[in-house]
């Protein structure tokens, strides 16, 4: 079982940046995929972006693709998402998942941290 843990959330002004981490322990298996999901309440979750744990092979949803970054650090423990140029329609509970899929579909994902919100707003 995979334990994960976001944090760096907030408030941020249109046209801000925020880094969120997402910190795994546990059964962490090499080949493990992790991915930032968000979710606005009253819609479906959507896939932001992934990477494959053990060859940093990286995939971005559409609305990521352009101003958002994810990483893992070189213990692969914790996963970051560098997110620039934020827009009020970023705003959202972002949730980072581990599967064994390297996919944005979030039915595939097993394992869930509790999420943190973050808000863009001037």
């Known amino acids: 079982q995979v334990q994960l843990v976001e944090s760096g959330g907030g408030l941020v002004q249109p046209g801000g940046s925020l880094r969120l981490s997402c910190a795994a322990s546990g059964s962490i298996l090499e080949d493990y995929v992790i991915a930032w999901f968000r979710q606005v309440p009253g819609k479906a979750r959507e896939g932001v972006a992934c990477?494959?744990?053990?060859?940093?092979?990286?995939s971005y949803g559409d609305s990521a693709k352009t101003r958002f970054t994810i990483s893992r650090d070189g213990a692969k423990k914790t996963v970051y998402l560098q997110m620039n140029i934020l827009k009020p329609e970023d705003t959202a509970v972002y949730y980072c998942?581990?599967?064994?899929?390297?996919?944005?579909?979030?039915?595939?994902?097993?394992?869930w941290g509790q999420g943190t919100q973050v808000t863009v707003s001037s």
């Open positions: 990477i494959q744990v053990s060859d940093g092979r990286l």
């Open positions: 998942a581990a599967g064994k899929w390297f996919t944005l579909h979030d039915q595939l994902y097993n394992s």
